[in-house]
């Protein structure tokens, strides 16, 4: 009912930047809130920042500073500038939303299948 569309990942080296980008489509009738989450080999998913409709937003602390989130409301797209990389942040980003669809009355979150990036010499 929800795909994504992630792109944006890569490698670049240390103190360089990316701009990720999802852009999410189905029968989503009302968005609650679309962010972004990381899991490195070997580690659990951690979320990485988050935007809700109003706009409020929330960042990972190790990101904050350096990663800021924005939104598309009427493409469904969020994304994710992330600057001053260290090789730390090196792991697999998937897009999230929560959202209500065309067959779901109560809101579900949904996870995109994620975009690597790796920071490196």
């Known amino acids: 009912q929800v795909q994504f569309v992630e792109s944006g990942g890569g490698l670049v080296q240390p103190g360089g930047s990316l701009r990720l980008s999802c852009a999410a489509s189905?029968?989503?009738?009302?968005?609650?809130?679309m962010g972004w989450y990381r899991q490195a080999p070997g580690k659990q998913r951690e979320l990485v920042a988050t935007?809700?409709?109003?706009?409020?937003?929330n960042y990972a602390g190790s990101v904050k500073g350096r990663f800021a989130i924005s939104r598309d409301n009427a493409k469904n797209t969020v994304y994710l500038q992330m600057n001053s990389l260290k090789p730390e942040d090196t792991a697999v980003y998937s897009c999230?939303?929560?959202?209500?669809?065309?067959?779901?009355?109560?809101?579900?979150?949904?996870w995109g299948q994620g975009t690597q990036v790796t920071v490196s010499s």
């Open positions: 999230h939303v929560r959202c209500t669809t065309g067959s779901l009355s109560r809101p579900v979150d949904y």
């Open positions: 189905g029968t989503i009738f009302s968005v609650y809130a």
């Open positions: 935007i809700t409709g109003g706009g409020n937003t």
